[in-house]
Structure formats: structure tokens, C-alpha cells
């Protein structure tokens, strides 16, 4: 069975797959796991995916696919993405992807109003931990590292050390050694 299937992000964690007929999927357990979302109609049908390929399947859905549903998670998807890669005004993201859709679509998401507060949002988070990733990388890149500082200081106090053998035997042999009649 290596069916393709297309994979949708609802936010930035979750996400549906969807195989050729538009049947939705999501993760049951396991790394490659998903189970069919129509839990109120008990759908028995779940899938093994890796790597952009339907593996296998087992269960026959009980129901029909929701094209509709799947058209308003597609809106979401690209809209959440849109709004988190681009610095194009959310107003204007929104009233472009809502243009045209059907009515059945429209009804499937949130008002206009409330997606663009919830995008807008997104994008304030997405920009912050953008901005709090670059402070750290030029902090890194500005400071040395704490260890290195630490043993270069170390070392600048420490006298230097003579490290030839020859000079490591001539400190030994620097000792007075008196003998002990020497002391009488």
C-alpha cells in the first residue's frame, strides 16, 4: 500500500494527515500510528505513515470523508503558517483566505474576528522566540565561553612552569640536601 498522504499543521504542535480519499488521521500512538478522527462514529480504520507514504492500513472507515472539514483544516494550516513566515498584515491574510471559500467551509472555522486575534498572537510568540534565539546565538557569539575565560585567567596569575626534562631534573637536583653530620 504506499499511498501518499499530505500532512496538515494545525498549530504549531499538532497536525492531521489526510490520505488520497480525505479521510483525516491523527497520531494514536507510537511515532507512526494514526487513527481516523471520527470518534463519534467509532471509525475503526487507522494507518501506519513514515516518510510522506501510507505503509499499511487496517479497519475500514464506517463513514464518509469530511471534504469540507478538510478544506477549513488546509485554511487554518496555511493561514497559521502564513501568519508565523510573513510580516503581511493579519487583516489582510485573513480577508484573502476567507474570500470565496463556501459557506460550509466558513461555518468549519472560527469567526474572522477570533482567528485574527489568535494569529496575531501566534506571531507575537513566533517573533519572540525568534528574537530570544538571536539574543542567545549573539550573546554566544559575543562573549567567550565562561570555562575558557576562567582558565585563561588561571593561567595569566600561575607562574609559568618550566616543562623541558632537563629543567624538571635541575629543580629536583636544586634541593639542599645537608648531611646529617653536617648539622653537628
Do not use: W
Not at 499499511?56 to 497559521?80: C, D, R, W
Amino acid at each position: 500500500m504506499s499511498d501518499a498522504y499530505r500532512e496538515v499543521k494545525l498549530n504549531g504542535r499538532s497536525s492531521c494527515l489526510f490520505d488520497k480519499d480525505k479521510y483525516c488521521y491523527k497520531k494514536a500512538r507510537g511515532k507512526c500510528i494514526f487513527a481516523c478522527e471520527e470518534k463519534s462514529q467509532e471509525c475503526p480504520s487507522k494507518i501506519q505513515a513514515a516518510d510522506g507514504k501510507i505503509l499499511s492500513q487496517t479497519g475500514k472507515h464506517n463513514h464518509m470523508p469530511n471534504i469540507v472539514g478538510f478544506q477549513a483544516k488546509v485554511v487554518s494550516s496555511e493561514l497559521y503558517h502564513a501568519a508565523v513566515m510573513t510580516d503581511d498584515p493579519i487583516n489582510e491574510l485573513v480577508d484573502e483566505k476567507l474570500e470565496g471559500l463556501s459557506l460550509e467551509v466558513l461555518a468549519e472555522l472560527p469567526d474572522a474576528d477570533r482567528m485574527k486575534t489568535s494569529l496575531q498572537a501566534t506571531r507575537r510568540a513566533a517573533k519572540t522566540k525568534r528574537n530570544a534565539g538571536n539574543t542567545v546565538a549573539q550573546e554566544k557569539a559575543e562573549k567567550p565561553d565562561r570555562k575558557r575565560k576562567a582558565t585563561r585567567e588561571k593561567e595569566n596569575k600561575l607562574p609559568k612552569q618550566q616543562t623541558s626534562k632537563g629543567a624538571d631534573k635541575s629543580n629536583k637536583s636544586d634541593k639542599t640536601t645537608t648531611p646529617k653530620n653536617a648539622l653537628q
